[in-house]
């Protein structure tokens, strides 16, 4: 790309979102100046890889010269975190963040914003069950959806920044659409939270189970209870936040989710193979559709390249 979309990109956090934007945004050219805002540990490793042009742990100082600014932190530090970056804020930018929560996070980033600045929320729908600045990689966001959820009201300016911010998705590889923030909140909780919740659960449960020990777990474990801990494997505070900060809309999938094991339960009980099977055989048809839409892999084992190490796979 011969002229970046944004001059100076500030991203708060760098973790395996940030870290992934910060590396993609390089690659692109879709930024000209990168900076990005840790602390601690991970300041001081974000440093040592040189992903970035400058690393600052005064969000006030990352977020004073920047056309974008990206809260890449765990939904529920969003609202601190703009709090404090709000009054530096450059006139004219562009204010957004990557959280999979979406109604809550926008109005945290609405209420401490001044009026010269476009908040933007939006949620790459991607990622991997590693974290830190060590696991983002470039090629993350490729063929992957970015939900923005800009508001429905919109001037000029608001505009033109609502296609700034798709511009520079679009350069990280990225899909874009835009939706309404209640709805984005509803289909996510569908398809990503209540999965999250599920596979959670079971790991716990069969960690709990005390006629099974742990290392049958570990040595027996088939595909179905593999990919389960690769999802429960995931960071335990950003989705800790997901589940406090999208509530509702998790409660009211969890419940039609009940209604529908409870039935299943007694199809098992009362030995009603043809309403087995014709689940079965939705559901099927659903995994083939999303093949066909590109977001997974008809491969072997879905994939997998054995021998690899999965820290191997995600490294930038």
């Known amino acids: ?43 001081t490793r974000v440093e040592e890889l040189g992903i970035a042009d400058r690393v600052t742990s005064d969000l006030q100082d990352a977020v004073k010269d920047a056309d974008l600014v990206i809260f890449a932190t765990p ?13 530096a ?16 996070t926008g109005q945290a980033m609405r209420d401490s914003a001044p009026a010269n600045v476009f908040v933007i929320p939006g949620h790459p729908i991607a990622g991997t069950e590693h974290s830190g600045p060590d696991a983002g990689f470039a090629e993350l966001f490729q063929n992957r959806w970015t939900i923005l959820t800009p508001a429905a009201s919109q001037d000029a300016g608001y505009a033109d920044a609502t296609d700034r911010l798709t511009a520079f998705w679009t350069a990280l590889g990225a899909r874009v659409e835009t939706m309404d923030e209640q709805h984005h909140d509803l289909v996510l909780a569908v398809t990503s ?7 959670y659960n079971i790991v716990g449960t069969a960690a709990d189970l005390e006629e099974v020990t742990q290392a049958e777990v570990m ?4 595909g179905g209870f593999r990919d389960f801990t690769r999802i429960a494997a995931s960071d335990p505070v950003m989705w800790r936040d997901v589940f406090l900060n999208n ?17 299943l ?13 014709d689940l079965f055989t939705r559901t099927r048809a659903i995994r083939r559709g999303i093949i066909e839409a590109g977001q997974e892999t008809a491969e072997p084992d879905f ?14």
Do not use: N
């Open 1 to 43: 790309m011969s002229t970046p979309v944004f001059g100076t990109v500030a991203v708060i956090g760098c973790g395996l979102i940030g870290g992934s934007i910060v590396r993609a945004a390089r690659a692109s050219g879709a930024a000209g100046t990168i900076v990005v805002a840790e602390q601690g540990a991970a300041k």
């Open 75 to 87: 939904v529920g530090a969003v609202a601190a975190a703009a709090a404090l970056a709000a009054p």
């Open 89 to 104: 804020y450059k006139a004219g930018a562009v204010i957004s963040d990557v959280g999979s929560v979406k109604a809550a």
């Open 193 to 199: 939270h209540l999965p999250h919740l599920i596979a």
């Open 219 to 222: 040595k027996y474990s088939a």
């Open 247 to 263: 509530k509702d809309a998790v409660l009211e999938i969890l419940g039609r989710f009940t209604e529908d094991l409870q039935a």
């Open 265 to 277: 339960s007694r199809a098992i009980r009362w030995g009603d193979g043809d309403k087995l099977q």
């Open 303 to 316: 994939g997998r390249h054995h021998g690899i190490a999965p820290a191997d796979k995600t490294q930038g």
